[in-house]
């Protein structure tokens, strides 16, 4: 995944998704602004009479030239000087106010996209709000072209909703559970799990990742983990803070609101947990990966003064910006320390016969 952090910020111009349908079937591709999608590709014909000498001017002076009038009386077939693309649009428009070129505005929507570590698919057809971006993790999402703003300006992150079923799924399986479904419920908290012992069950995301779910029927529960390293994300709408924290901890608090004395309003959701043999190992692992992070992407790094008073902590606070980079470095922990059998309950010890003595 691209790097948002490479890309340099620059103002681009306004792209609140492409209000532009694309006609085909033509020698030149024709954007034609949204509110006329009903209008079928066949009346965008060329309409022969001849510009106008003060439309020309008016064209000119607003960055286009008029290929030809189209449809009837009332459009012209605006060609950008800037990217050549050619645009219907009413002539009451190019009179009244600055046409939007839809090429330009289609090439803003790919560099946006590009700048927040995606790419851009197409727009959705039912809602042109949204649009299929491909994510760095290779998953196709929909997302709006609103949030896609914001992530190229480092003010949120993409967790990529089946990226986060298949953690979910590696979580469960670590403490001897199926992940099923959602809650039927509908809290984004809950899950539908189903025990080794056959048991399905209810329970909070975070008891199971972090080993603290008992099973109803056989009673097994599991925690025998020493340590998590784990990344939560605080949302603070109040503030319009968005924080990535990544830690580690010994005794795992689901209370993280408490523990980091955040305010009421704060979101906190946790994204991730690996748990780790030993809590020696889990500190350096953790320690290391901050340091890593802070020599790749300084820029990420949220200075401690920003959530001073806020969030109960004195560092390892990022921007939404160092999400895909701490995912890949979480990656790599996960990978190098595999916590072997985790999917067993802690073994008693067995008894073993002894052998019959030989006489
Ligand atoms: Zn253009
Ligand atoms: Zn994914
Ligand atoms: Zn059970």
């Known amino acids: 995944m691209p790097k948002t952090s490479t890309v340099v910020k620059k103002s681009r111009p306004a792209v609140r998704g492409v209000p532009f349908e694309i006609v085909t079937g033509r020698q030149a591709r024709l954007y034609v602004p949204h509110r006329s999608r009903h209008v079928p590709a066949s009346a965008w014909i060329d309409y022969n009479r001849p510009v106008p000498q003060e439309w020309k001017a008016i064209a000119q002076a607003k960055g286009f030239r008029i290929r030809r009038r189209i449809r009837n009386r009332l459009h012209v077939a605006l060609e950008c000087h800037s990217c050549g693309s050619l645009t219907a649009q009413r002539v009451f428009t190019l009179r009244t106010a600055q046409p939007r070129c839809g090429g330009c505005a289609e090439t803003a929507m790919i560099a946006e996209a590009r700048a927040a570590g995606l790419i851009f698919l197409r727009r959705d057809k039912v809602d042109h709000h949204y649009a299929l971006y491909r994510a760095g993790c290779g998953h196709v999402v929909r997302r709006q072209a609103e949030f896609v703003s914001r992530m190229a300006a480092g003010k949120t992150d993409l967790c990529c909703d089946r990226c986060l079923i298949a953690r979910e799924q590696a979580e469960a399986r670590r403490q001897g559970w199926v992940r099923l479904r959602r809650d039927p419920n509908g809290n984004p908290n809950y899950r539908i799990y189903q025990h080794s012992c056959g048991q399905i069950q209810r329970a909070a995301r975070v008891n199971l990742a972090w080993g603290q779910c ?134 008693k010890p067995v008894r073993t016969r002894k052998p019959p003595r030989s006489a």
């Open 214 to 347: 008992k099973c109803q029927s056989c009673g097994g529960a599991w925690n025998a983990h020493p340590s998590f390293i784990y990344l939560v994300r605080i949302e603070i709408p109040g503030l319009g803070l968005h924080l990535l924290k990544m830690g580690f901890s010994k005794h795992p608090q689901k209370r993280f609101r408490h523990q980091l004395g955040l305010p009421r309003t704060a979101r906190v959701d946790l994204v991730r947990t690996i748990p780790i043999t030993s809590g020696h190992d889990a500190c350096a692992l953790e320690k290391a990966a901050h340091a890593q992070l802070r020599h790749l992407m300084p820029e990420v790094v949220v200075p401690a003064e920003v959530y001073a008073g806020v969030v109960n902590t004195k560092s390892e606070i990022y921007t939404p910006a160092a999400f895909a980079e701490i995912m890949r470095l979480m990656d790599v922990i996960e990978a190098a320390h595999p916590v072997v059998g985790a999917s067993l309950p802690p073994a």
